[in-house]
């Protein structure tokens, strides 16, 4: 088991954990950019938000959820960010499906989810619809 976040899922490395049920584990990231800045991993082992299977997503982000929850009552935060990193060019660090939750307080000096990157389409949208739809459809 060579994945940091399965190895903290099975307890062979220690962290902080905050919420723990039969399919995930939330805790305090190591590196935190806020104060209660948390990572949530399911415990079965999936690079991405890709490869987890459909029967496991509803449990996985009740766990987001209810680490949320616990966040905001502990912490009282005037808001979240809550993301994931896909890939490498995202920022995903870790190749274990991970969301980070993030307790935003007034004047953190953080932006939202649209102040990450800059680089609008230069097709219309319609033609961006058109591409996806016509690439995903049964055959």
Avoid: W
Avoid at 31 to 56: F, R, W, Y
Avoid at 74 to 85: E, H, Q, S
Avoid at 114 to 133: D, F, G, T, W
Wanted: aromatic share 6%.
């Amino acid at each position: 088991m060579e994945c940091l976040f399965c190895k903290i899922a099975n307890k062979l490395i220690p962290s902080h954990v905050i919420y723990e049920d039969v399919s995930a584990v939330s805790f305090l990231d190591i590196n935190p950019i806020s104060m209660g800045h948390t990572v949530v991993v399911p415990k079965e082992h999936a690079q991405n938000l890709l490869e987890i299977p459909d029967s496991s997503l509803g449990d996985f982000f009740g766990a987001v959820k209810n680490s949320t929850a616990m966040l905001q009552k502990a912490l009282n935060p005037a808001g979240f960010t809550i993301g994931i990193n896909h890939g490498r060019i995202s920022g995903q660090s870790v190749d274990h499906l991970h969301v980070h939750i993030i307790p935003r307080f007034e004047g953190d000096g953080g932006g939202s989810l649209h102040s990450v990157v800059h680089n609008p389409p230069n097709e219309p949208l319609e033609a961006i619809k058109n591409r996806i739809l016509e690439s995903n459809k049964s055959k």
